[in-house]
């Protein structure tokens, strides 16, 4: 089993629409990352969340870190087909090296 | 050069081939890390390098070496692979802040096929 639960594992919506893609875990974190990546090309870091409760926004991305720090969403909104990609979560804990990561979301926008 | 550079970004070779990847980060970075990405399997993490030093083998067969000889560079050396091998390989670095890690910086990948 993973320690990050990504859902929904596929979402494929029409242009305009809005979706929320969830990222759960029993563990606590430091820090929880959201990357977009596109086929064939590295994971692109799209925002970093370090405190309960943080809202991020970047355009029409929203990035919440719940308040107990084990979990995270990101919330697109009116999407657009060049919001298509695999979107990851990636999380730290506590004074450990490296990170762990969600299974992806892989999202389809068709126009 | 900015960011997180890996060479080569495609990669073809048979079964009993020696080749080696190649990573170097320009972000002043202490840790750097590789993964395996294959089709339809979550991104796997396979080793992890902090200051030089090797803290992490997630029991990763011994046809993959890894070798980190300063904190800017990092090295996959690969030999005698399986066509279950071939996947997207990344690099990636990141840097701790009171001891926690916060971002990590990924390269484009290398595209390895085994034949």
């Known amino acids: 089993t993973q320690l990050l639960e990504q859902s929904p594992q596929f979402l494929s919506i029409q242009e305009g629409e809005n979706l929320t893609v969830y990222c759960n875990s029993s563990?606590?974190?430091?820090?929880l990352q959201w990357y977009r990546q596109e086929p064939g090309e590295g994971p692109v870091l799209l925002v970093t969340v370090v405190t309960g409760g943080e809202v991020k926004k970047l355009k029409r991305l929203t990035f919440q870190f719940g308040d107990a720090r084990k979990d995270s969403s990101l919330h697109i909104t009116a999407a657009q087909p060049g919001d298509t990609g695999l979107y990851l979560c990636a999380g730290a804990l506590y004074n450990f090296n490296k990170f762990y990561f969600g299974s992806g979301t892989k999202l389809n926008v068709k126009p | 050069e900015t960011g997180v550079t890996q060479t080569p970004r495609h990669l073809v070779m048979g079964m009993t081939n020696k080749k080696s990847l190649k990573c170097e980060q320009h972000?002043?970075?202490?840790?750097m890390y590789w993964y395996k990405q294959s089709a339809k399997k979550p991104l796997e993490l396979m080793f992890v390098?902090?200051?030089?030093?090797?803290?992490e083998n997630n029991s990763v067969p011994s046809r993959f070496s890894p070798e980190c000889p300063n904190s800017s560079h990092l090295f996959l050396h690969l030999h005698t692979l399986q066509p279950e091998d071939s996947a997207l390989y990344l690099c990636a670095s990141s840097q701790a802040r009171d001891g926690n890690l916060r971002e990590q910086y990924f390269g484009p990948g290398t595209r390895l096929t085994v034949t």
């Open positions: 390098y902090n200051f030089k030093e090797q803290t």
């Open positions: 972000l002043g970075h202490n840790a």
């Open positions: 563990s606590v974190f430091s820090s």
